[in-house]
């Protein structure tokens, strides 16, 4: 039942009476509000008449839902940042139609929102409240104007962006870290072998798709500030990390200068897959300081395993209960100069890896089993011992810490093999020794153990991000529906655009007080919708936003975003 009726309500200027318009409907037996509308204030009724008679024309308006908040909570970021003006800097287009740096923000704004193909992006602009900032480009959005513009970006004009946006921030938006983190990964593909490309290559992938084409790419990010990246690099799918590391160090020292940073300053996290002689020759040659770990393989790591835990400090507690300890000594690995070498012993750590241990050492006594129950004597290879041992050492006791510890036995009864095994407890308590530790190398020889390990530990949030470019909702690099060298680097660039958006717009929202989670701040801004309701004349629509909760409007109110409302 629809009906109008009188509301109270009472504001820091006063108490007033609305008229308001109201729809209840009987649920479970109760009548309850399903939704109602202000009208207009009872004592400015007579002012607001024309526009109550077209609220309430014959015909009821056509409404259409619009996305809103999320996307212009990106534009507001990348509009603060001057990324369309950067863009357009740094490329070299002739005056005619959108610019690309239009485009490309468009793009980083739908990557950061949803997962599109080019031929995609125009449908879902239409479905966005943008139009109002961007009149008219929708029809410019399609699948070859996109790819036109993505030509422009070469990998120098790329760089060129990035350092521009990089000094942005530094001298603009309050950034301040000084120490850094780096690391690489690769994202598989479904490209097959073409001639036009050389970056999609086979490797080694690290979510075990091996039996794809892979692109690899290396991500520097601040320590704080919300790991904001500073700089990315898309390289060819098959050259090893610590290859990659030699060659990005240039361009990263060419991007510190490009900030303004002194790099005798400048601290370097990274792990030890990127360890090599020349890349700590840099380093050092530049004053550049690092943070990183080492092979518990090395020589310089076996005495240092070897030292009691009674020696080892405590370094915090966590929320857990379980603690982390750390020892500390000097070494002269790799530069030949003294550095501090820290050995940690994380409790939490060694628990899981027992565990593992504990759990891989059953699966493989149950395949041992089955192997004695389905195989063993069944068939004439499998009568001769050393088949069965081969066998059992390929498949079951694949390596060297499992067959230590799994004691094998292969003996003959009555012409039939018999297979037996033990645990050895003291290859085990051997094995168990040295889990729970690693082995941490920095140059930072005047900071504190704790001071040290809490920053080896920040590599975790570099690695964050590449969780975010793994998403499948948004952001992610994945699907990739490129195949060619410029267009998958091109592809990468504004997938790490989207997710520099995504972060600096994150840091707004923590800056301003709020404490909520990232997660929970970019759902909130999702669920802010615009309604157009379009009546029966020619007038343009009217616009409303969808009912706001207490997150919802503080986030509205920090972003500004009522200045995107045409209000």
Request: glycine share 4%; with cysteine; proline share 3%.
């Amino acid at each position: 039942m629809v009906f109008i009726f009188e509301k109270n309500v009472r504001t820091k200027y006063g108490k007033y009476t609305y008229i308001c318009l109201g729809h209840n409907a009987y649920k479970n037996g109760k009548s309850k509000r399903i939704w109602e509308v202000n009208i207009a204030r009872k004592d400015k009724i007579s002012e607001m008449l024309p526009e109550i008679k077209r609220r309430f024309s014959k015909k009821p308006p056509i409404p259409q839902q619009f996305e809103f908040g999320l996307v212009y909570g990106l534009l507001s970021i990348s509009k603060e940042l001057g990324l369309i003006e950067i863009a357009n800097e740094c490329t070299e287009k002739r005056e005619q139609g959108f610019s690309v740096g239009e485009y490309i923000t468009l793009l980083a704004i739908n990557r950061a929102v949803a997962l599109n193909s080019k031929s995609q992006v125009r449908k879902w602009f239409d479905k966005t409240a943008l139009s109002r900032q961007f009149p008219d480009i929708s029809e410019s959005l399609t699948t070859q104007n996109i790819l036109n513009q993505m030509e422009y970006l070469d990998e120098e004009i790329m760089r060129c962006i990035e350092e521009k946006v990089c000094n942005k921030l530094y001298s603009e938006f309050g950034l301040k870290s000084d120490c850094f983190l780096f690391d690489p990964t690769n994202f598989f593909t479904y490209i097959r072998e073409y001639k036009k490309n050389t970056i999609a290559q086979r490797g080694r992938n690290k979510r075990k798709r091996n039996d794809l084409r892979q692109v690899s790419m290396s991500l520097l990010v601040t320590r704080d500030e919300c790991n904001v990246p500073l700089m990315h690099e898309t390289y060819e799918g098959n050259v090893p990390d610590v290859s990659h590391f030699k060659q990005v160090l240039a361009l990263m020292e060419r991007r510190f200068k490009a900030i303004g940073l002194e790099l005798s300053e400048i601290t370097l996290v990274f792990d030890k897959g990127n360890n090599s002689k020349d890349a700590y020759k840099f380093l050092d040659s530049k004053r550049i300081h690092f943070v990183s770990s080492i092979r518990p393989s090395m020589k310089v790591s076996k005495p240092l395993l070897d030292v009691p835990l009674s020696n080892y400090e405590e370094l915090w507690t966590k929320k857990s209960g379980r603690k982390v300890f750390g020892y500390r000594t000097m070494t002269t690995a790799y530069l030949g100069k003294q550095n501090a070498l820290i050995s940690t012993f994380d409790e939490d750590t060694f628990a899981l890896q027992e565990y593992n241990l504990d759990k891989s050492i059953n699966k493989a006594i149950l395949k041992l089993k089955e192997f004695i129950k389905v195989q063993l004597n069944a068939k004439p290879q499998w009568k001769d011992p050393k088949s069965v041992v081969d066998k059992i050492e390929r498949d079951i006791l694949k390596n060297k810490k499992l067959r230590s510890i799994i004691v094998i036995s292969v003996g003959k009864i009555h012409n039939e093999l018999e297979l037996t095994w033990k645990i050895d407890v003291t290859a085990r308590k051997e094995y168990l020794k040295d889990l729970g530790k690693s082995l941490i190398f920095s140059s930072r020889n005047e900071w504190s153990i704790l001071e040290i390990v809490k920053t080896y530990r920040a590599q975790i949030d570099v690695e964050r991000q590449f969780k975010e470019l793994n998403k499948r909702d948004r952001i992610s690099v994945m699907p990739m529906y490129v195949w060619t060298d410029q267009m998958i680097r091109v592809h990468l660039f504004i997938s790490v655009l989207a997710l520099l958006l995504s972060n600096l717009l994150y840091r707004k929202i923590r800056l301003a007080g709020i404490s909520h989670s990232k997660d929970m701040c970019i759902e909130a801004l999702e669920d802010i919708k615009e309604i157009r309701l379009y009546y029966d004349d020619k007038d343009p629509p009217e616009v409303l936003l969808t009912q706001m909760s207490v997150l919802q409007r503080k986030l509205f109110k920090t972003l500004d975003l009522k200045r995107f409302t045409g209000k």
